[in-house]
Each structure stands twice: as C-alpha cells, then as structure tokens.
Nanobody, 125 residues
C-alpha cells in the first residue's frame, strides 16, 4: 500500500488549497480514506475521512463547513478541498487509509493501518 499526498503550500488566511492523495498497490475502492494533520508540538488530529462503500464522511468540528473530502475510485485518488483557511490550520497533513475502519474511530490515529508521507500546509495571518 502506498499513499502519496500532495498539494500543500503557503496561503494567506481566508485562502484555499486542495490536497490530493494518490493510492497505489492496493484496491483503493475497498479502503476508507482520510486525512490527519499534525502541528508542531501537538498530537495528530483527525481532520476528515470518507468511507469506501457508501461515501459517508466525517469531519472534525474544527473544519466543518470549510473542508470537503471526496474520492475518485477510478483514479485511486482522494481529495481534501480546504476553504477559508485559518492560521490554526497550519500543519503537516497526512493521507491515511484502512480497509476495516471501525465506526467511531474516524478520528483515531490507530484506526488507520496505512499512512502516507505528509504535505505541509502553512496559513499566514
């Protein structure tokens, strides 16, 4: 299983970024896919995830109404559209995946077996 995150960058407060996660070497449509982020000195935070079968989504309260997760199984890809970004969104963002994500564990780091490398998102005030 390989997950490749991209799309991070530097943006001013109120701006937008779109993160992409490219999956390879596994049956992408059978896996729940999500995003975590980790700011310096802080624990990883579950940002969002989308289920494999029915497209059910989860969002952390801190990003609800601003971030949108989606997936394109034909391309083995997932996306995180981030709008109205705030300085507190600054973090390294990681793409994660799991074939057997259990309900209630969407925001738990150990709920995901596979992690990609991170992409840095920096939001200036």
């Amino acid at each position: 299983v390989q997950l490749q995150a991209s799309g991070g960058g530097f943006v001013q407060s109120g701006g937008s970024l779109r993160l992409s996660c490219a999956g390879s070497h596994f049956t992408f449509n059978s896996f729940a896919v999500g995003w975590f982020r980790q700011a310096p000195g802080k624990d990883p935070e579950g940002v969002s995830c989308i289920s494999s079968s029915d497209g059910i989504t989860y969002y952390a309260d801190s990003v609800k109404g601003r971030f949108t997760i989606s997936r394109d199984d034909a391309k083995s890809a997932a996306y995180l559209q981030m709008d109205n970004l705030k300085p507190e969104d600054t973090a390294v963002y990681y793409c994660v995946a799991d074939k057997r994500l259990r309900p209630g564990r969407e925001s738990t780091p150990t709920g995901y077996e596979y992690w990609g490398q991170g992409t840095q998102v920096t939001v200036s005030s």
